[in-house]
């Protein structure tokens, strides 16, 4: 019993590993797309091209720069991109 269980934990864990893999990929693919110019940030400009990240992009600019790095990007919780 005890091996099935941590057998059962070992493919949960990994399950989960991939899944947030499998996220990551699928930001970091994302905000390449929107980086136009490939400077590794998003601005104002290059975001109007997604209306949902437009309208949350001042939300995101967690520093207040103007612009969204992949971390801020990444935070952002977007919906039908």
Do not use: Y
Request: glycine share 4%; proline share 1%.
């Amino acid at each position: 019993m005890k091996k099935k269980f941590g057998l059962l934990c070992t493919i949960a864990l990994l399950g989960a590993t991939f899944l947030q893999t499998a996220h990551a990929n699928a930001n970091e693919d994302a905000f390449k797309k929107l980086d136009k110019d490939n400077n590794g940030f998003i601005t104002k400009a290059e975001a109007d091209a997604s209306p949902n990240l437009a309208e949350a992009f001042d939300d995101g600019d967690e520093n207040s720069d103007n612009k969204l790095d992949l971390a801020e990007f990444s935070a952002l919780e977007l919906t039908d991109e």
